[in-house]
């Protein structure tokens, strides 16, 4: 079984930046397509974005495509999310996830989860 933990959310000034860490345990972190999600007050989970199972390449929804960055360190089973140019439309609960898919943006498809951690845009 995977365990999934977030750390690094916290308040920042829109126009800033922050990173999210997402460390694995339990079973191989390269095993994974790996996603990060976003929860927002009173909207449903959406996709930001992941770093696909078979060729380690990033994805992104478009609201982020430009402005995140993902990355992974598979010697220490952790998937990062780098935020640059953050806004008040970024705050939310940010979730990271696993998924036996190469390749997936659909909540569904993602079997593991964390526990979440806050971001907060706010000047």
């Known amino acids: 079984q995977v365990q999934l933990v977030e750390s690094g959310g916290g308040l920042v000034q829109p126009g800033g930046s922050l990173r999210l860490s997402c460390t694995v345990s339990?079973?191989?972190?390269?095993?994974?397509?790996m996603g990060w999600f976003r929860q927002a007050p009173g909207k449903e989970r959406e996709f930001v974005g992941g770093?696909?199972?078979?060729?380690?390449?990033?994805y992104y929804a478009d609201s982020v495509e430009g402005r995140f960055t993902i990355s992974g360190d598979n010697a220490e089973s952790t998937m990062y999310l780098q935020m640059n140019s953050l806004g008040p439309k970024d705050t939310a609960v940010y979730y990271c996830?696993?998924?036996?898919?190469?390749?997936?943006?659909?909540?569904?498809?993602?079997?593991?989860w964390g526990q979440g951690t806050q971001v907060t845009v706010s000047s």
């Open positions: 996830a696993a998924s036996n898919y190469l390749l997936s943006h659909y909540e569904a498809d993602f079997h593991s």
């Open positions: 339990g079973r191989t972190y390269s095993s994974y397509t």
């Open positions: 770093i696909a199972r078979g060729d380690g390449n990033a």
